[in-house]
């Protein structure tokens, strides 16, 4: 069973950039499709990116392409989001999902 834990999350100003980092564990990275989402409270689960097995195809949600990068390192185990000039209406806990599993989440504030 694949177990995720996302880190990175913090508090910015708007128009600064953040990089979250999940690291995933119990299942061969490789074979995984990942995806990015974020939640605020009150609110359902909203898709923000995803990263094909090899890394070679992604996907965004229409608000967050150009801004938003999300990559893999298939050696260290891990999917990175950079997310660059953020909005204060991004202030969301950002969850890292994959084979039907999420992670605990990293809060991101993004306030002046």
């Known amino acids: 069973q694949v177990q995720l834990v996302e880190s990175g999350g913090g508090l910015v100003q708007p128009g600064e950039s953040l990089r979250l980092s999940c690291a995933a564990s119990?299942?061969?990275?490789?074979?995984?499709?990942l995806n990015w989402y974020r939640q605020a409270p009150g609110t359902g689960r909203e898709f923000v990116a995803a990263i094909g097995r090899r890394g070679d195809s992604t996907l965004y949600a229409e608000s967050v392409k150009g801004r938003f990068t999300i990559s893999r390192e298939n050696a260290k185990n891990t999917v990175y989001l950079q997310m660059d000039d953020l909005k204060t209406n991004e202030t969301d806990i950002y969850y890292c999902g994959a084979a039907s599993t999420w992670g605990r989440g990293t809060r991101v504030t993004v306030s002046s």
């Open positions: 119990g299942h061969t990275f490789s074979d995984l499709a």
